[in-house]
């Protein structure tokens, strides 16, 4: 894992709760960057209160909902591989793949204005040079090899053909499981590893990653 930047201004409380979910992810590197999350939730909250960023829950508990998703995420992605964050929405899992690990460049893709504006302030408050925010909708041209994912735009079934549509530079597709499990349907790609962990109110999470073969 890369050296992580400081956060130079104030920093919001941080929560024990964020704490211990980052403790379970990336050998526990991830524990430095609690203040940082614990502010982009902050921030997040606060942006909330006037836009449809996130849904009542997630805003209730963002680690159980928002961050244990990121985080699983982030001991995945690769350096040098650009991440594409379809329908980035409220900054998850892409904004805080790109707080937990700077040395990777994180595009979030995002067709609403104040969805986007939300970012763009995020991108300015934590310092976030490795996030680029792009008011489109999937697919995207792509230069060199991509990774995407998705967690809450399309269903569950769909997303595998929709990652797959932008294209042969799409590398590695990422696909978020709980309780509903369809097969991979996306022709070409092979699954390489998988990660299972604690979600919300105990039940099991999953998250794949894809590869194109070779």
Not at 50 to 59: D, R, T
Not at 114 to 125: D, P, W
Request: charged share 20%; proline share 8%; with cysteine.
């Amino acid at each position: 894992m890369a050296n992580c930047r400081p956060v130079t201004s104030a920093a919001a409380p941080v929560s024990e709760r964020l704490r211990a979910v980052l403790a379970g992810f990336g050998g526990g590197a991830y524990v430095t960057r609690a203040e940082a999350v614990a502010r982009f939730f902050e921030l997040r909250g606060r942006w909330a209160g006037a836009h449809n960023l996130s849904g009542p829950k997630a805003l209730r508990d963002p680690g159980a909902t928002d961050l244990a998703d990121a985080a699983a995420l982030a001991e995945f992605v690769d350096p040098g591989v650009p991440l594409y964050d379809v329908g980035a929405g409220s900054g998850v899992p892409g904004a805080l793949v790109a707080l937990l690990r700077d040395d990777v460049r994180v595009i979030a893709v995002e067709p609403l204005a104040k969805r986007t504006a939300f970012l763009r302030q995020a991108i300015a408050t934590l310092a976030l040079v490795n996030l680029e925010v792009r008011r489109t909708t999937w697919p995207v041209a792509l230069e060199g090899g991509a990774a995407v994912v998705s967690r809450a735009v399309f269903p569950v079934p769909a997303w595998p053909a929709a990652a797959a549509a932008g294209g042969p530079n799409v590398s590695t597709i990422y696909r978020y499981l709980a309780r509903e499990r369809p097969p991979f349907d996306a022709p070409g790609f092979e699954l390489v590893t998988a990660r299972r962990y604690v979600g919300p109110a105990g039940s099991e999470h999953l998250l794949e990653r894809w590869d194109r073969q070779r």
